[in-house]
Every structure is written in structure tokens, then in C-alpha cells.
């Protein structure tokens, strides 16, 4: 297992408050929230950015971002708005290399970013 935080997490070597799992996808809830919702939505499968994704990943991500979706339904801010986000790499400030989409929301969003 390479050296990663969210495969810890994923091994239950690292404690989380894990809101969401399936064979394929874990969700939990991000230790340092940018909004009453701050959801990290991550393959079990490690992928570090989203550079090194293949065409045989096309499903994992499609699961991602509908799991995405479904959390923010579930708690109540799909009609309201809610955003998704994957950093990617220095620029995007991307600090975990295990792909991981942000389900950010419960409060207006500002755009563009920072
Ligand atoms: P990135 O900056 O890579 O897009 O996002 C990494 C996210 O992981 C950050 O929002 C950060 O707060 C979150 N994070 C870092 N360490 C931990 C941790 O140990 N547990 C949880 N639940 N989230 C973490
Ligand atoms: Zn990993």
C-alpha cells in the first residue's frame, strides 16, 4: 500500500467519520470543513491525481460524482446548490494524492474560486 493518508482511512488505520461506503467508494466527512457540508468522496482503489486516471476508470469516477450527488440530496442542499471539486496537484493547492471529490455546501459559494 503506497504511503497514504486515504488509503489509511480506507485500511481503518486512520479514524474518520465515514458518512458513506460501498465495494468501491468511501465518503467521509473532511476534518478541516469549508461549510456546514464538506464531504471527501474517495475511490478505494489509490489514484493519486487525476492526471494518472485511464479510460478503465471511467466508472469509478461516474460513481464518484453521482455518490456526490446523492449525499447533497440526502442532506437537503441538491436544489440549493452544493459544489464539486477535485484538486489537482500544486497550482489547484491538491495536499492529499488519492483523488478525492469535495462536496462543498449548506452556505452561498463564492466565484470564481481563490
Ligand atoms: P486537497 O487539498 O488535497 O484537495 O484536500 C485534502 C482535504 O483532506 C483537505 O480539505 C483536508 O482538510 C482533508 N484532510 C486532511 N487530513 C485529513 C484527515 O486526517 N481526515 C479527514 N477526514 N480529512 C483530512
Ligand atoms: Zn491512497
Known amino acids: 500500500m503506497p504511503d497514504c ?63 456526490a450527488a446523492a449525499i447533497a440530496s440526502e442532506r437537503g442542499i441538491a436544489t440549493g446548490g452544493f459544489r464539486a471539486v477535485f484538486n489537482t496537484n500544486r497550482d489547484a493547492g491538491q495536499t492529499v494524492f488519492h483523488i478525492h471529490l469535495h462536496v462543498i455546501g449548506g452556505r452561498p459559494l463564492a466565484w470564481p474560486p481563490g
Request: proline letters at 6%; hydrophobic letters at 45%; aromatic letters at 4%.
Open 5 to 67: 493518508l486515504f488509503c489509511k482511512i480506507i485500511a481503518r488505520e486512520i479514524p474518520a467519520s465515514i458518512v458513506y461506503e460501498d465495494d468501491r467508494v468511501i465518503a467521509f466527512n473532511d476534518i478541516n470543513p469549508q461549510g456546514p457540508t464538506h464531504v471527501l468522496v474517495v475511490p478505494k482503489r489509490h489514484i493519486a491525481t487525476l492526471n494518472d486516471l485511464s479510460t478503465a476508470d471511467d466508472g469509478i469516477v461516474g460513481e464518484m460524482v453521482r455518490r
